[in-house]
């Protein structure tokens, strides 16, 4: 509160890495209006979603802003750094292709680093040749890309996730200075490059995906519909075409759609009219092969 009064720093962007040991040190979604935050628990919920983690009722919650940590303290979307993995821990392919952290380099016997990195390698440990293994965890890389990207808030992408970089499952590389920690441009992921360039361009281009405000959930008149053409700005809908119901969300599915309603961005554009996008319909699944029914002509 008092970096917030000083008349220099509180005119900068003031992002928080809001934990530290001890008793009280974690404090996600605690800081006062002004501060941004690395939210470790998007990061969290995210890595437990796509390994297959019961978690859909909180996955929503972080691919919409994060509301429930910040919005009652007046703050908005931009103020959940979102990430899945930071400079600490694996880097993205690091975490689809280990199941444990191999720091044996940094001399402490594997004891440095974290632990419990909700990691999965999809079926072998580190390097493989399995074609099937490999796809998988190239499915893996672009599907955490495009949840980073695509949900509310600020993405934050780790240097290099993009080029396919590895540190050979060592997750503490603060401890080495060395070819494990460097970017080896001669051995980047092309095709990964061109995906992560097409969803941020994606981004970029929509609004939608760069709202000001959180969702209301309430309902967003359709300008070109009647009057009982409504939907709310925001839609979570089952992989057999309903929306969402209580039992759903506890049903043990990985799999969730999601509606985002051009017509219901609460913002307007730089000469002050009202932002209006385009309607998507994304679906985020978990849970492997699966039929999806698109909802009604309604959306």
Do not use: C
């Amino acid at each position: 509160e008092l970096v917030q009064q000083d008349p220099i720093v509180s005119q900068v962007k003031l992002i928080a890495e809001p934990w530290d040991i001890g008793p009280g040190g974690y404090q996600v979604g605690g800081f006062p209006p002004q501060w941004t935050e690395w939210n470790g628990k998007y990061r969290d919920t995210v890595r437990d979603f796509w390994r297959g983690e019961p978690s859909l009722g909180e996955f929503a919650s972080r691919l919409s802003g994060s509301s429930d940590l910040y919005e009652h303290t007046g703050r908005r979307p931009v103020a959940s750094i979102n990430f899945v993995t930071a400079h600490d821990g694996f880097t993205l392919r690091d975490l689809v292709s280990y199941d444990q952290k191999h720091n044996d380099a940094n001399g402490e016997d594997n004891n440095d680093g974290e632990s419990h990195n909700r990691s999965w390698n999809h079926g072998a440990e580190g390097p493989t040749d399995d074609p099937e293994i490999l796809a998988a965890r190239a499915r893996s890389q672009r599907n955490f890309i495009a949840t980073l990207l695509l949900s509310q808030g600020v993405p934050m992408l780790l240097h290099g996730d993009e080029l396919g970089r590895t540190q050979q499952g060592n997750n503490n590389t603060y401890a080495q200075d060395s070819e494990l920690s460097w970017v080896h441009w001669d051995e980047v992921d092309r095709p990964l490059i061109e995906f992560t360039a097409a969803v941020s361009r994606l981004r970029r281009d929509h609004p939608t995906f760069r709202r000001k405000r959180f969702f209301t959930g309430n309902t967003v008149r359709v300008p070109d519909g009647g009057d009982d053409d409504r939907l709310n700005d925001i839609v979570w809908l089952h992989l057999d075409g309903h929306p969402m119901e209580d039992g759903d969300w506890t049903g043990g599915s990985q799999a969730l759609g999601m509606y985002l309603n051009g017509h219901g961005i609460a913002s307007v554009d730089s000469r002050g009219q009202h932002l209006v996008d385009d309607h998507f319909l994304l679906y985020f699944n978990a849970d492997g092969e699966a039929t999806v029914t698109l909802p009604n002509e309604e959306y």
